[in-house]
């Protein structure tokens, strides 16, 4: 949600803040700005729709100059409009701000400016806060003790980036809370803030993650850290290991496309430095975890949100069969509100692509006040799910760009069968012989993702028969059923086709009334141990007029003479197939979205990382 670019140095910042802003697209937004100082003056361009819009605004009237901040905005208080839409200049147009997030305490704050004669040009939450600056300005105060003072009266989750034309050489960014991050990227004689890496990966790979309650101070020739109260802070200077390349759509079609064929590559990753062939060993340092912690373990609470929950579904199913720990998968935006029962002997293990989703956040925040051990599973370096954490899982996938995840799904499946995997080692309740069979299996997923995702024209070829469904049913069964789930959620996010999930074992209990010639039935059949009820169920959808699509493994001639049409994949170690079979339920869903002609990429309403509640 919302989109943050900000720039200073002998550059002209308008296209480094437009291609910064490209970049975070995938973020979601309904309108999008820049702000940049031209000679000595400030000058906005901005409006509602997409960066096109201002793109085109840009071009019957440039602006040329430094420093410069952008904005993509996804409204919350206001429609998005002209006068909604980010920067938001003060009363006299010499400071200029961005926001992401919400001032809780904005009607208040905007009674007070109006009752001292502010006028307000919008609705927004923001505009209290240039308002506020420009007020503790004219009282005497520099930029950054007007801001630090501003930033203390505000309440509520929120990242601000402002900068004022009397103080030119230099730009405030400033995070209060969990309401996404700020990464302040280090140039040679320029800098750069913004809300994620890939708007600033082209210029640096040198950057610092702002904390929580931090305000920075940057300047051409570097950052200055100060608290919310005024208390130098040391930077912590870290280097990013993506390359930049991976934020480029390259030949492909759209980001998900490409991130879907990314996954024969993104599942080396995961397995690199992890994985000891030889002696069948795990290796998970950032995790910090050692035999006492393990073995004291009575309870792991997974918590996620949306496709990264349907991946902790698996991993429930995972570290219960391997480890034998008793597990569960909370639904984030859900946990903090039933009182879960939590001691010091509690995990509370979170997964998040982002590692920026508010419910997911505050499940690990409740996690934390009731003495729970907190470890995420991350993919966004530097993230909040992964700082606040006593020990994370970086994914490892690189950059996810397309709002539909994808390799962020298949990395998490992989990395908590590791973590079973360890989990059962420290703990001395795994044979060599398990454990050596159990990581052999590890080495060929990578080359089986490959093969299946090889199969993508058979794939197209049934999109194609299925481009003007209305609805359709997934059913799975045992640790594919998560991925029914996970399938019918890609396909609703991108093709907007109304998609029902069940446990195939459910479809005698209700959903079967639904199952004639116009609801095709999508069945996950991998011989896994759950193969034969999934056959049964096969037939009793074909008996009712259902059109099935099986994912079936190469050669289950049983499974292809009942269905209709079958994605076939390579025969798989069963706790390992849900990385597989989910490939081509991808796939179907990129295609069936690609033939519709519909913005696969950007979905309507959506956002990349959802940092409100
Ligand atoms: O960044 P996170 O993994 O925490 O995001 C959680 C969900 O918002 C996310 O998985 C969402 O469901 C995706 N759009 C699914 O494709």
């Known amino acids: 949600m919302c989109g943050i670019v900000g720039y200073i140095g002998p550059r002209d910042a308008t296209p480094i803040i437009l291609n910064g802003l490209k970049r975070l697209e995938y973020r979601g937004y309904d309108s999008a700005g820049l702000a940049v100082l031209q000679n000595g003056k400030i000058e906005v361009r901005r409006d509602a729709g997409k960066l096109s819009r201002l793109e085109e605004l840009l071009r019957e009237s440039p602006i040329v100059g430094a420093p410069g901040i952008g904005h993509t905005r996804w409204a919350t208080h206001g429609a998005p409009s002209v006068q909604n839409a980010h920067p938001h200049l003060g009363q006299s147009g010499d400071v200029v701000v961005v926001h992401n997030g919400i001032v809780e305490n904005f009607l208040e704050l ?120 005024g208390k130098p802070v040391q930077p912590q200077v870290s ?41 069948a060993r795990i290796r998970l340092p950032e995790l910090n975890l050692d035999a ?28 219960e069969k391997i480890a034998r720990i008793p597990t569960e998968m909370d639904i984030g935006s859900e946990f903090r509100y039933r009182d879960p029962i939590i001691d010091e002997n509690t995990v509370v293990l979170a997964i998040s692509q982002s590692g920026e989703t508010a419910d997911t956040l505050a499940a690990m925040e409740e996690g934390r006040r009731k003495g729970a051990v907190i470890w995420s599973i991350v993919n966004a370096i530097g993230s909040q799910a992964m700082r606040i954490a006593d020990g994370y899982i970086s994914m490892q996938t690189g950059p996810e760009i397309g709002v539909a995840s994808t390799k962020a799904f298949t990395a998490p499946l ?14 001395g309740t795994l044979d060599d012989k398990t454990r050596h069979a159990l990581v052999a299996d590890l080495r060929l997923i990578p080359n089986l993702a490959g093969r299946t995702l090889s199969r993508e024209a058979d794939v197209e070829l049934v999109a194609h ?58 069945a996950l059949a991998p011989k896994d141990p759950w193969y034969e009820k999934m056959v049964s169920q096969i037939q009793q959808a074909k008996a009712r007029g259902g059109k099935v699509i099986a994912v079936a493994t190469d050669g289950d001639e049983l499974t292809a003479s009942m269905a209709d049409h079958v994605l076939w994949i390579p025969e798989t170690p069963w706790m390992l197939s849900p990385v597989i079979t989910v490939l081509p339920l991808q796939l179907l869903a990129y295609h069936i979205a690609a033939i519709r002609g519909l913005d696969v990429d950007q979905p309507r309403n959506l956002a990349k990382s959802v940092t409100v509640e």
């Open 239 to 279: 280097n990013v290991p993506w390359d930049p390349v991976a934020a480029e759509k390259g030949a492909y079609r759209h980001f998900m496309q490409k991130e879907i064929h990314e996954q024969a590559r993104s599942l080396t990753d995961t397995l690199a430095g992890r994985v000891e062939f030889d002696t």
């Open 465 to 522: 028969s299925l481009k003007d469904i209305r609805d359709c049913l997934y059913l799975g069964r045992g640790i594919n059923m998560p991925i029914a789930y996970e399938g019918a959620l890609k396909l609703k996010e991108i093709s907007y086709v109304h998609a029902e999930a069940y446990p195939a074992g459910e479809m005698k209990h209700g959903p079967i009334a639904l199952i004639d010639e116009n609801m095709p039935v999508v």
């Open 110 to 229: 905007r009674d007070e400016l109006r009752a001292e004669g502010t006028i307000f040009r919008s609705e927004t939450d923001t505009e209290t806060i240039v308002h506020l600056v420009e007020h503790h300005q004219s009282a005497g105060l520099s930029l950054i003790e007007a801001a630090r003072r501003t930033f203390q009266q505000i309440k509520g989750a929120n990242v601000i980036v402002l900068m004022s034309a009397r103080e030119p050489e230099k730009i405030i960014a400033a995070r209060l809370g969990n309401a996404g991050g700020i990464v302040v990227g280090f140039g040679d004689g320029e800098m750069f803030a913004a809300s994620d890496i890939p708007a600033i990966l082209e210029h640096t790979r040198k950057v610092l993650f702002l904390e929580s309650r931090q305000v920075a101070t940057i300047t051409c020739q570097g950052v200055t850290i100060e608290t919310l109260e």
């Open 292 to 319: 006492a912690l393990a073995r004291r373990i009575n309870k792991i609470y997974i918590t996620a949100c949306g496709t990264a929950a349907y991946a902790g579904m698996v991993g429930k199913l995972l570290i």
């Open 414 to 427: 992989v990395d908590q069968y590791m973590l079973a995997i360890l989990l059962a080692d420290l703990r």
